[in-house]
T-cell receptor
């Protein structure tokens, strides 16, 4: 049982490039989340999903897109990367709203 | 949305009890309160969750007063391995039961000294 896995661990992008951050969970959780964490700050919710085919915006969705075609996968897409998107990105999943979230190890992204 | 406020940092010594308070003045009736622990270069890890009064598990206690405008995480007899950042999370559930606004505090860095 691997829990929540994220790829890649590190990535450097040039301004204007695009990429997809991958997230997979093997716990059959319906709820999945994407957060970003800037240095010395708390986590901010980007997007979340309550099940396959259902996604919604969080606190800071601008510049990102998501999809949820399966229960296991919840990729985060960055279009036209900007320096302001330099951050650590965490994916998480939970059984339901009032259950604990399980977090992945994070992806450290630098945009230069 | 319930904005949260925590102390930036706290120091303690091994064996002491540590209490970390989070303020969330605008918490709504259906919001729940969750605490997470984060070590450097790792994702947060769940500690405890509650709605009101007191919750206790094998690692911590959570105290929530009747007005729910604050909550206190209590760590009994801390050790060096408890040195980490502790986050308070307030979850907002809308009428349909979905949550779109999960508000993390800025975190409290706890330094446990020998």
């Amino acid at each position: 049982n691997a829990g929540v896995t994220q790829t890649p661990k590190f990535r450097i992008l040039k301004i204007g490039q695009s990429m997809t951050l991958q997230c997979t969970q093997d716990m059959n959780h319906n709820y999945m989340y994407w957060y970003r964490q800037d240095p010395g700050m708390g986590l901010k919710l980007i997007y979340y999903s309550v099940g396959a085919g259902i996604t919604d915006k969080g606190e800071v969705p601008n510049g990102y897109n998501v999809s949820r075609s399966t229960t296991e996968d919840f990729p985060l897409r960055l279009e036209l990367a900007a320096p302001s998107q330099t951050s650590v990105y965490f994916c998480a999943s939970s059984y339901s709203l009032d259950y604990e979230q399980y977090f992945g190890p994070g992806t450290r992204l630098t945009v230069t | 949305l319930a904005k949260t406020t925590q102390p930036i940092s706290m120091d303690s010594y091994e064996g002491q009890e540590v209490n970390i308070t989070c303020s969330h003045n605008n918490i709504a009736t259906n919001d729940y309160i969750t605490w997470y622990q984060q070590f450097p270069s790792q994702g947060p890890r769940f500690i405890i969750q509650g709605y009101k009064t007191k919750v206790t598990n094998e690692v911590a206690s959570l105290f929530i007063p009747a007005d729910r405008k604050s909550s206190t995480l209590s760590l009994p007899r801390v050790s060096l391995s408890d040195t980490a950042v502790y986050y308070c999370l307030v979850g907002a559930i809308d009428g349909s039961g979905n949550t779109g606004k999960l508000i993390f505090g800025q975190g409290t860095t706890l330094q446990v000294k020998p």
